[in-house]
């Protein structure tokens, strides 16, 4: 068979580095698939449940090795279903390139069968470059430009091949005019700010008695700089969601979360500051950030576009956060005055230890209180384990009672927030590294949505990792929990039981149908020994826990408008509502309880 322009594609991305795709099959993209079968020695594809999940998989690898994500789908159909998937990569500013089949080129217009508009369809998600190949000497230079585009912008970027294009024979492009030339590589700048900038930023930060630093996903490269500059400060650290990874949590001195998933010593730190370093973060929640005018600002991100955004900064540097915090170091003073750091660490501590009275393995309303799970899991952890998180309830006790180490990698969908990532991201953490442990922490909700799916990937794929362990906790509450209580807390609306309750079952009996291990938790006495087996297993594991739904995963800080909301839902539901007041109230009363 003569070499075509699928062939080309293979070898294309071959040469750029790429070695997993992670897709679906389709007629729309049959040409593509069979060059990827001649091409299978150096370019893999990972077949998915789904197109979502393949995106989502692009999505983690970019995450968790800073190199370009591919995904790829059949025309209409299959390309409408990656687009959650790359949103999640667009707003998590993430570089991942999908390419998607579509109708022959010259059927385009004519209403045929999937033929959908795509470069309508992907001009947002992917509006920093999206094109489609028409013509086989084009391929080279829009394969170049979309992967170039990823990694430059950090963004989504498209490739749409129409079927009958890659089938046709390859051609590189002539010596003519109306033609490119491109070539493979991207080689990243040195991003630094001004000298004069530098020094204006240090004045500010010197001048400082009371600096607060709030880091984000952008700070992942530069965890020593930023410990660094909080030693040189004696400022206490806040990490983004995001960012969890940033610095370990047994850092006397860092506050861990902040926002609604967020710590009470977070909340402290950026209400009694005076002085503000943000360091590549694009944290949304105003509410959780010093009110105007009570603490300057400095910030430094790599994206201009997302400087000055969330707090009015009184100087914003555009720079790489590691190079920008080292040239920054020098400038610094030591502080003298210690009474600001010696207040947040009693804080930490404080707080931690009312984590750990939290996690105590009990029944609660006859089920598991949630945090137990979490914390066990924490103290069983390898220093290279690999955790992912799904949106809802469960992201709340991944970002209170999981501990960051140095060494760990920690994510989920920060800005999309949405469900379904949390198993997908840890199946393509096991691609990317084979030979670390990956944990899921998921809801039931997100289970059923899609994980339960794709388990079954997980199950087709295991024998490939040289560390088979892939360790799946499903909260099973049997309810869309976090959900309920942005209703109770934010609306003041009683649990709508139509919405929120989903059907029971029994995950662990499911793992079992597939070929994997399932084990099922319903008492204090074995969570402890289900992560012992877990962690021990010779392949993946689902650990399936009946925990309480009236667990309320509250923010750190509830305003009288929420508590009034709160109260106001609670009356309308008695019974659950009652259980979930006591539950709320304690849990309230021991977070602002000084001196524990």
Same mark, same amino acid.
Request: hydrophobic fraction near 40%.
């Given at each position: 068979?003569s070499r075509?322009?699928?062939?080309?594609l293979?070898?294309r991305l071959?040469?750029?580095?790429?070695?997993?795709?992670?897709g679906y099959p389709?007629d729309g993209i049959n040409?593509?698939?069979?060059? /990827?079968?001649?091409h299978?020695?150096g370019?893999?594809?990972?077949?998915t449940?789904h197109?979502?999940?393949?995106?989502?998989?692009?999505?983690?690898?970019a995450?968790?090795?800073?190199?370009?994500?591919?995904?790829m789908?059949t025309?209409?159909p299959g390309?409408?279903?990656?687009?959650?998937?790359l949103?999640d990569?667009?707003?998590d500013?993430?570089p991942?390139?999908?390419?998607?089949g579509q109708?022959?080129?010259?059927?385009?217009?004519?209403?045929f069968?999937?033929?959908?508009k795509?470069?309508?369809?992907?001009?947002?998600?992917?509006?920093?470059?999206?094109?489609?190949?028409?013509t086989?000497?084009?391929?080279?230079h829009?394969?170049d430009?979309?992967?170039?585009?990823a990694?430059a912008e950090?963004?989504?970027?498209?490739i749409i091949?129409?079927a009958?294009?890659?089938?046709?024979?390859?051609e590189?492009?002539p010596?003519?005019?109306?033609t490119a030339h491109s070539g493979?590589g991207?080689?990243?700048p040195r991003?630094l700010?001004r000298e004069?900038?530098l020094?204006?930023?240090?004045e500010?930060?010197?001048a400082?008695e009371?600096v607060?630093m709030?880091?984000?996903q952008g700070?992942?490269?530069?965890s020593?700089?930023?410990?660094?500059?909080?030693e040189?400060?004696?400022?206490?650290?806040?990490?983004?969601?995001l960012?969890?990874?940033?610095l370990?949590d047994?850092?006397?001195?860092c506050?861990?979360?902040?926002?609604?998933?967020?710590t009470?010593?977070?909340?402290?730190l950026?209400?009694?500051?005076?002085t503000?370093l943000?360091?590549?973060?694009?944290f949304p929640y105003?509410?959780?950030?010093?009110q105007?005018?009570?603490?300057?600002?400095?910030?430094?991100d790599?994206?201009?576009?997302? /400087?000055s955004?969330?707090?009015?900064m009184?100087?914003?540097l555009?720079?790489d956060?590691?190079?920008?915090?080292?040239?920054?170091?020098?400038?610094?003073?030591?502080?003298s005055?210690?009474?600001?750091r010696e207040q947040i660490?009693?804080?930490?501590?404080?707080?931690?230890?009312?984590m750990e009275?939290?996690?105590?393995?009990r029944?609660q309303?006859?089920r598991?209180?949630?945090?137990?799970l979490?914390?066990?899991?924490s103290?069983?952890?390898?220093q290279?384990?690999?955790?992912t998180s799904d949106?809802?309830?469960a992201?709340?006790?991944?970002?209170?009672?999981l501990?960051?180490r140095?060494?760990?990698?920690?994510? /989920?969908?920060?800005?999309?927030?949405?469900?379904?990532?949390g198993v997908p991201?840890a199946i393509?953490?096991k691609?990317?590294?084979p030979?670390?442990?990956?944990?899921?922490t998921v809801?039931?909700?997100a289970?059923?949505?899609?994980?339960m799916?794709?388990?079954l990937?997980?199950?087709?794929?295991?024998?490939?990792?040289?560390?088979?362990?892939?360790?799946?906790?499903?909260?099973n509450?049997?309810?869309?929990?976090?959900?309920?209580?942005?209703q109770r807390v934010?609306?003041?609306?009683?649990?709508?039981e139509?919405s929120q309750r989903i059907?029971?079952?029994?995950?662990?009996a499911?793992?079992?149908l597939i070929g994997?291990?399932?084990i099922r938790?319903?008492?204090?006495?074995?969570i402890?020994?289900?992560?012992?087996r877990?962690?021990?297993a010779?392949?993946?594991?689902?650990?399936?826990?009946l925990t309480?739904? *009236?667990?309320?995963? /509250?923010?750190p800080?509830?305003t009288?408008e929420q508590?009034?909301?709160f109260?106001s839902?609670l009356?309308?539901?008695?019974?659950a509502?009652?259980?979930?007041?006591i539950?709320a109230l304690r *849990?309230?009363?021991?977070?602002f309880a000084?001196h524990?």
């Amino acid at each position: 068979m003569s070499r075509t322009v699928g062939d080309a594609l293979c070898e294309r991305l071959e040469q750029w580095g790429v070695r997993h795709v992670f897709g679906y099959p389709g007629d729309g993209i049959n040409g593509v698939m069979g060059a /990827l079968e001649r091409h299978r020695d150096g370019l893999r594809l990972v077949q998915t449940r789904h197109e979502e999940m393949a995106a989502f998989m692009a999505t983690a690898h970019a995450k968790f090795t800073g190199e370009t994500g591919v995904c790829m789908a059949t025309s209409g159909p299959g390309a409408i279903h990656l687009l959650n998937g790359l949103y999640d990569a667009k707003l998590d500013h993430q570089p991942v390139l999908a390419i998607v089949g579509q109708t022959y080129v010259r059927a385009l217009g004519s209403a045929f069968q999937q033929e959908v508009k795509l470069l309508q369809l992907f001009a947002d998600v992917a509006g920093s470059f999206c094109e489609q190949v028409n013509t086989p000497s084009a391929l080279r230079h829009v394969v170049d430009r979309a992967l170039r585009t990823a990694a430059a912008e950090r963004t989504v970027t498209c490739i749409i091949l129409p079927a009958d294009v890659q089938d046709m024979a390859a051609e590189e492009p002539p010596h003519a005019t109306h033609t490119a030339h491109s070539g493979v590589g991207y080689w990243p700048p040195r991003v630094l700010p001004r000298e004069q900038d530098l020094d204006a930023a240090a004045e500010i930060l010197n001048a400082g008695e009371r600096v607060a630093m709030l880091v984000g996903q952008g700070a992942l490269g530069a965890s020593s700089e930023v410990a660094q500059v909080a030693e040189r400060l004696g400022a206490g650290v806040a990490k983004a969601l995001l960012g969890k990874g940033v610095l370990p949590d047994d850092v006397p001195y860092c506050t861990g979360g902040i926002g609604l998933l967020g710590t009470r010593p977070s909340w402290e730190l950026m209400q009694g500051c005076d002085t503000l370093l943000m360091v590549g973060s694009s944290f949304p929640y105003a509410e959780f950030l010093p009110q105007e005018g009570r603490a300057r600002g400095v910030q430094v991100d790599i994206d201009a576009r997302m /400087l000055s955004l969330r707090y009015p900064m009184e100087l914003a540097l555009v720079g790489d956060s590691a190079e920008t915090l080292r040239a920054l170091l020098p400038r610094l003073r030591e502080r003298s005055d210690g009474s600001w750091r010696e207040q947040i660490e009693s804080s930490v501590a404080d707080w931690w230890r009312l984590m750990e009275d939290q996690a105590e393995p009990r029944l609660q309303n006859g089920r598991l209180r949630p945090q137990a799970l979490f914390a066990a899991m924490s103290r069983r952890l390898p220093q290279d384990a690999i955790v992912t998180s799904d949106s809802g309830s469960a992201a709340n006790w991944f970002a209170r009672q999981l501990r960051a180490r140095s060494g760990m990698k920690l994510s /989920l969908s920060g800005n999309l927030a949405t469900m379904g990532p949390g198993v997908p991201y840890a199946i393509a953490a096991k691609f990317a590294f084979p030979d670390r442990l990956a944990v899921a922490t998921v809801g039931d909700g997100a289970m059923q949505m899609g994980g339960m799916a794709e388990l079954l990937t997980a199950c087709r794929y295991r024998s490939e990792w040289s560390d088979p362990r892939l360790v799946v906790l499903v909260l099973n509450n049997e309810d869309l929990n976090q959900v309920t209580w942005e209703q109770r807390v934010m609306e003041g609306d009683p649990k709508f039981e139509d919405s929120q309750r989903i059907p029971p079952l029994d995950y662990a009996a499911y793992a079992r149908l597939i070929g994997l291990q399932g084990i099922r938790v319903e008492r204090p006495e074995e969570i402890d020994e289900a992560w012992e087996r877990a962690l021990a297993a010779e392949g993946p594991v689902v650990i399936d826990a009946l925990t309480d739904p *009236e667990e309320p995963p /509250l923010p750190p800080h509830v305003t009288m408008e929420q508590a009034r909301a709160f109260a106001s839902s609670l009356a309308a539901e008695p019974r659950a509502g009652l259980r979930g007041a006591i539950a709320a109230l304690r *849990e309230k009363v021991d977070e602002f309880a000084p001196h524990r």
